[in-house]
């Protein structure tokens, strides 16, 4: 079964742009999440979507918002970016509702500049 | 007091040897427990899921918990190098609506031949 993918693998982009990320899940997974990694930070929970729903939001500001397709597939979209804004971005996919266990695409590297 | 805690090492343990990683969290109300494993430059990969209180064995990994002391902990059996990286704990909240993975920083556990 292949795993969760998500593109682009890298973006550099410049103060004020924006940038939509896309994140396929585990073929049957119906929930993806998406998170921020920094080396000071750490993991930091965005959002999680369910069957098109947003289930779960993080701390985060309105500039960062996400959605999810029918067929499970997820975008995350990150408006009037910021210095601070570079990260590792990860989306995750889990079966369901059941269970927690996720799975990590290999992230998307985000440059701001 | 973060939610959830390791120790940030790096743990460096000669080849052979069983690595102890240890993990603390602050939600007595806890259910679901995890143990990702994140090598440089990768996203996280998840080793195991514990849920009752006791051991979990899996391979040369077993995870142990005790809710009472609000304590998770991860063991690894005949240290390879391979097994260097970066450990990260998860545990999950269940606080309403609110439900989702809360992270530990992680812990660098370097495995020396």
């Known amino acids: 079964k292949a795993g969760v993918t998500q593109t682009p693998r890298y973006l550099i982009k410049t103060r004020g742009q924006q940038v939509t990320l896309s994140c396929s899940p585990i073929s049957g997974h119906r929930s993806v999440s998406w998170y921020q990694q920094t080396p000071g930070q750490g993991l930091q929970f965005l959002f999680e979507y369910f069957s098109e729903t947003q289930r779960n939001k993080g701390n985060f500001p309105g500039r960062f918002s996400g959605r999810q397709f029918s067929n499970s597939r997820s975008e995350m979209n990150v408006s009037t970016l910021e210095l601070g804004d570079s990260a590792l971005y990860l989306c995750?996919?889990?079966?369901?509702?059941?269970?927690?266990?996720?799975?990590f695409g290999p992230g998307t590297r985000l440059t701001v500049t | 007091q973060k939610e959830v805690e390791q120790n940030s090492g790096p743990l460096s343990v000669p080849e052979g040897a069983i690595a102890s990683l240890n993990c603390t969290y602050s939600d007595r109300v806890s259910q679901s427990f995890f143990w990702y494993r994140q090598y440089s430059g990768k996203s996280p990969e998840l080793i195991m899921s514990?849920?009752s209180n006791g051991d979990k064995e899996d391979g040369r990994f077993t995870a142990q918990l005790n809710k009472a002391s609000q304590y998770v902990s991860l063991l690894i059996r005949d240290s390879q190098p391979s097994d260097s990286a970066t450990y990260l704990c998860a545990v999950k909240r269940d606080a309403g609506n609110n439900r989702k993975l809360i992270w530990g920083l992680g812990t660098s556990l370097a495995v020396n031949p």
């Open positions: 995750a996919s889990s079966p369901g509702q059941s269970t927690y266990e996720q799975y």
């Open positions: 514990i849920y």
